[in-house]
């Protein structure tokens, strides 16, 4: 068998293979991010092999550069695994390397990650997950992105108008976003006659909110200890912001619609789950991918970093074991929102929690644990085809290594599994 290494960038790529025994076998070849740069590719994995199928070619998974050449050779029938960085980096440490890193020893290490590794070809899932896919993450960017925004208003009103959060029930809702869009300020409110915010006020909250509250607003903007100084910047930044939000919003709405639609067409089962919406059914089915590829739940919770490390050496047995991390940060993200919602649903994953918590779990590291079991329950919905049973979330993990409760550190209880 022949291994061969493509280090990835964004305009230029380096491959370069060894034989079983390790030693290179052409020198490194450089080629372009483009159809005839692939091409050249190819024809460089020809020349070291008649034979495609004792070919391997090996490339890390840097950030999203990868897939255009991996589409490209997988097509062209070879056989391409995608690497985690980690690996490599264990065997840059592995051959004492150091910090010396160039694009030849990058293609060189992957190579030999390859020949030393055991490694299944890599896939790509249907198209309609990679969809389902690309439009979760881009709904969770634009939800972060309204969020982040928001939080700018409210730094601006706390300098501005101190007293106007204890106006509206939800800043940011529809009666609270009309006002902002119009008279964020105390000059402003001062200015604008009563029965024009009355107005205002009662087309926003459809007939809820009248002459009373305009009342309250002006008594607040006319007591109010904000600043003055620069109110007119102060009027415009918030006004712009406002509109930003609803504009987010509306579209990030657009998206969710999207995502529900082919998550009913891709994987409906995994809703039938209690605590699972279509928005996080959708990003645990998309980020899992084909559910085939993985041998077991286990296999699940390690990709996902929730599975515990674990520190032993002779008689000691280290005690602050953390989580890994080492997976898809948004399916744990995801998971561990799920994981929440069990809680609140009181589902029988919720007695587990509080067996945990029984035990001396913190919150965090028991709900962690929660959304361990929890994967075996959505893997058993999505390799079975079933809906939920709650009869086997209810059932004891099934071996010892299920079983193996998280020892995370009080420290790490605080960190973000993100």
Request: net charge positive.
């Amino acid at each position: 068998m022949l291994y061969a290494g493509i280090d990835i960038a964004k305009y230029d790529h380096v491959v370069g293979a060894v034989d079983e025994r390790g030693w290179t076998l052409s020198k490194p070849m450089a080629f372009k991010n483009s159809s005839s740069g692939f091409e050249r590719c190819a024809a460089y994995l020809a020349g070291i092999a008649d034979d495609k199928s004792q070919v391997v070619v090996g490339m890390e998974a840097t950030g999203h550069y990868w897939l255009p050449c991996f589409c490209f050779l997988t097509g062209k029938g070879y056989s391409v695994v995608v690497i985690n960085p980690m690996r490599t980096d264990a065997m840059r440490r592995f051959k004492n390397l150091g910090k010396v890193k160039t694009d030849a020893i990058d293609r060189a290490l992957i190579a030999e990650t390859l020949r030393c590794g055991d490694f299944e070809p890599s896939r790509l899932a249907d198209e309609k997950l990679v969809s389902l896919r690309q439009l979760t993450r881009l709904h969770q960017s634009m939800v972060e992105s309204a969020a982040d925004l928001k939080r700018q208003v409210i730094v601006a009103l706390d300098q501005v108008f101190p007293e106007y959060s204890g106006l509206f029930s939800d800043i940011f809702g529809e009666s609270s976003k009309a006002f902002l869009k119009r008279c964020p300020t105390p000059e402003e409110v001062a200015a604008i006659d009563i029965r024009t915010l009355t107005s205002l006020l009662d087309r926003a909250s459809r007939g809820k909110l009248g002459r009373e509250k305009a009342a309250e607003i002006k008594a607040a903007a006319k007591g109010s200890c904000g600043v003055t100084v620069a109110a007119d910047a102060f009027s415009f930044q918030i006004k712009l912001l406002a509109q930003q939000i609803e504009f987010v919003e509306g579209q990030a709405d657009e998206v969710a619609k999207r995502v529900r639609g082919l998550l009913d067409e891709v994987e409906p089962l995994i809703v039938t789950i209690p605590g699972i919406s279509h928005k996080l059914g959708a990003q645990i089915v998309a980020e899992i991918g084909d559910v085939g590829r993985f041998k077991n739940a286990a296999a699940i919770v390690k990709y996902a970093g929730i599975n515990p490390s674990r520190n032993q050496s002779g008689t000691f047995e280290g005690e602050a074991n953390h989580i890994t991390k080492q997976g898809s940060p948004y399916l744990r993200r995801a998971l561990y929102l799920a994981a929440t919602a069990q809680l609140k649903c009181k589902t029988p994953l919720y007695d587990y929690y509080l067996r945990k918590r029984g035990e001396g779990k913190a919150h965090r590291e028991a709900t962690v644990a929660v959304a361990r079991k929890l994967v075996h329950v959505i893997y058993a919905v999505l390799s079975k085809q079933e809906p939920y049973d709650p009869a086997y979330a209810a059932q004891p993990p099934a071996s010892r290594s299920e079983r193996i409760d998280m020892k995370v550190s009080k420290c790490d209880s605080n960190n973000s599994l993100r």
